[in-house]
């Protein structure tokens, strides 16, 4: 059974960065297509980044292209979310998903395995 923890969420200022880390255990991390979404207080949850399992392509939402980067670290079985540029409207909460379809505008239906996510509050 494949485990996700994510970290490195708080609060930070507008205009400052976080990165989120998503340690993986108990699967194939390198076998896996990765993704990061999130989940605003009554909306639903929403696609923000993805990369393939060779880490090779990567997608980005419209919102967050030129600010957000994602990565992966196979040696570390690690996925990274490094955030820049935060503005009020990324609040939310940041949840990763592995063995699933990296492609642009994921869906979080098409991922099997989920963390439990981390708050981002980005204050104006």
């Known amino acids: 059974q494949v485990q996700l923890v994510e970290s490195g969420g708080g609060l930070v200022q507008a205009g400052g960065s976080l990165r989120l880390s998503c340690a993986a255990s108990?699967?194939?991390?390198?076998?896996?297509?990765m993704g990061w979404f999130c989940q605003a207080p009554g909306k639903e949850r929403e696609f923000v980044a993805a990369?393939?399992?060779?880490?090779?392509?990567?997608y980005y939402a419209d919102s967050v292209k030129g600010r957000f980067t994602i990565s992966r670290d196979s040696f570390k079985n690690t996925l990274y979310l490094q955030m820049n540029s935060l503005k009020p409207e990324d609040t939310a909460v940041y949840f990763c998903a592995a063995d699933g379809l990296a492609r642009p505008e994921g869906s979080p239906h098409e991922y099997k395995y989920w963390g439990q996510g981390t708050q981002v509050t980005v204050s104006s």
């Open positions: 108990g699967g194939t991390f390198n076998n896996y297509d």
């Open positions: 990369i393939t399992w060779s880490g090779g392509t990567r």
